[in-house]
């Protein structure tokens, strides 16, 4: 299947000064498939050593007793029977089980420069290792981050564009140019671009599931596929190396983000998950799983915003789960609910909201909100170049109530309601209305470094 992530890929390797890179991400995001199966088989074919730090003991073992580059690679080279070189990608699998490669990645940039790395794993046991293994603890291999020293990027679960990319090219194709070219899909291409994301929003992200979910054309058996992964995240809580009593938090915390949205307020309230428990209760494991992208927090803005924006000491929060897939099988919601002609009335607006925030997410962006006086909100708001763009999210076609209360106490350069309602731009009201289907592109937009004014252009309709 085809990644977006492939290009920042393809960025690294072109680039004449570049690091050795990480690949972060959650489980079964595909970090493997794009690094190996996809960029490796493409750009380096025959001329990559691939090695699952789970699975090869002796050569996990020699990494962890030295960060010495120049020893690595002459271990590497004689084990695997290839010479290493500028030619050779040399790539490091599940590396949280070896952290000291991490640490020998500050001598490969030193030393071997011209020798591309990937290593790739998870960021929390990574993390955490680094904060646990401390001066006098009786551990020799000390874990030093190489801080500097090299690249990074985060691989998240497939997003609504890469998941039509994948399960229907021609409508990807004809969604992109109308967007491209700033103009509204005839109505029954919109019908059918909106099919897609209710089935986006029942399958997900996690590449598993789309990959049975297009090969066999069936909702069910990439729901059973939702199951397994989920129960592999409940039990992956282990992994995380604390108390088993904070281990029963993170899960608890992790099977309950839909019931902390599906309430009126919308934000974390820690005693509907444990009776007088307090937010800092749980404050350690909302780092572990916001870490592991597993879950996704955004954090509330008061009445009037100043930039840059960032959360307040004092700030509420809500949080979205990492796939939307998991978050609509957690629902317990009817699988049929998602393609029934009753589905405007059975899914909640949270369905809704928690794809928009995966989609700001994997384009780069922090999570805020906005809630002012008299129950007004606005579910997101981007900070762009400098600009600020309140973000309105409605399940059906709805209407923008909360942002003369906004506009009361903030300037911004475009509100952006996303709804069911095809592709139009007021500019009286400075009211881009775009299509759920439009999100991702977006998103895109919004953290283009120069400014990219996606709404400038055919905007009379």
């Known amino acids: ?8 890929l ?8 570049k690091k050795p890179l990480i690949v972060w991400g959650a489980r079964q995001v595909g970090k493997t498939y794009l690094v190996k199966d996809i960029f490796a088989e493409t750009y380096y ?39 290493i070189n500028e030619k050779t990608l040399l790539i490091f699998d599940e590396v949280q089980e070896c952290p000291n490669i991490i640490s020998s990645l500050k001598y490969f940039c030193q030393d071997y420069r011209q020798i591309p790395v990937i290593a790739t794993g998870s960021m929390v046991r990574i993390k955490l290792q680094r904060e646990t293994r401390k001066p006098g603890s009786g551990n020799n291999d000390k874990f030093l981050f190489p801080v500097g020293k090299i690249n990074q990027i985060t691989v998240y679960p497939m997003t609504f564009d890469e998941f039509l990319m994948n399960s229907n090219e021609m409508l990807y194709n004809a969604v992109k140019k109308a967007y491209d070219n700033k103009q509204p899909l005839e109505s029954q291409v919109h019908e059918l671009a909106l099919e897609q994301v209710y089935k986006y929003l029942l399958v997900g992200g996690m590449p598993e599931a789309v990959e049975i979910y297009i090969d066999e054309e069936n909702l069910l058996e990439a729901r059973e596929i939702l199951t397994v992964l989920y129960d592999n995240y409940l039990s992956d809580m282990d992994l995380y190396q604390a108390s088993q009593k ?25 005693g509907l998950i444990e009776k007088r428990s307090k937010t800092r209760d ?5 780092q572990w799983l916001t870490m592991a992208h597993v879950i996704n927090q955004s954090f509330g803005l008061k009445e009037h915003i100043t930039l840059p924006l960032m959360p307040d000491s004092e700030s509420t929060f809500r ?16 699988a049929a609910s998602f393609i029934s002609s009753e589905r405007e009335n059975t899914l909640s607006g949270i369905f809704f909201e928690n794809f928009v925030a995966n989609e700001l997410i994997a384009k780069g962006h922090k999570l805020f909100y906005w809630r002012g006086k008299a129950y007004a909100e606005l579910e997101f708001i981007v900070e762009s170049n400098n600009k600020l763009y309140p973000i309105d999210v409605k399940k059906g076609r709805g209407t923008l ?32 209305t775009i299509p759920f289907y439009f999100m991702p592109f977006v998103a895109a937009d919004l953290a283009a470094p120069n400014g990219n004014i996606f709404f400038a252009r055919n905007t009379n309709f």
């Open 282 to 286: 749980f404050a350690t494991s909302i």
């Open 401 to 432: 109530n909360s942002l003369e209360k906004f506009s009361n106490h903030n300037q911004f350069e475009c509100a952006i309601k996303v709804s069911k309602n095809n592709y139009s731009y007021d500019s009286k009201q400075k009211l881009l």
């Open 45 to 83: 074919k025959n001329h990559y050593i691939y090695i699952d730090c789970k699975i090869e003991d002796e050569i996990r073992t020699f990494c962890s007793g030295t960060a010495n580059a120049t020893k690595i690679i002459e271990y590497i080279s004689l084990r695997k029977g290839k010479q």
């Open 10 to 17: 393809i960025d690294w390797n072109n680039n004449e000064r």
């Open 1 to 8: 299947m085809e990644r977006i992530a492939l290009q920042n």
């Open 246 to 270: 904070a281990v029963l938090r993170s899960r608890t915390l992790f099977q309950n983000i839909y019931k902390e949205l599906n309430k009126e307020s919308k934000n974390f309230s820690p």
């Open 319 to 334: 949080l979205f789960l990492g796939d939307i897939g998991m978050f609509s099988y957690q629902s317990g919601i009817n």
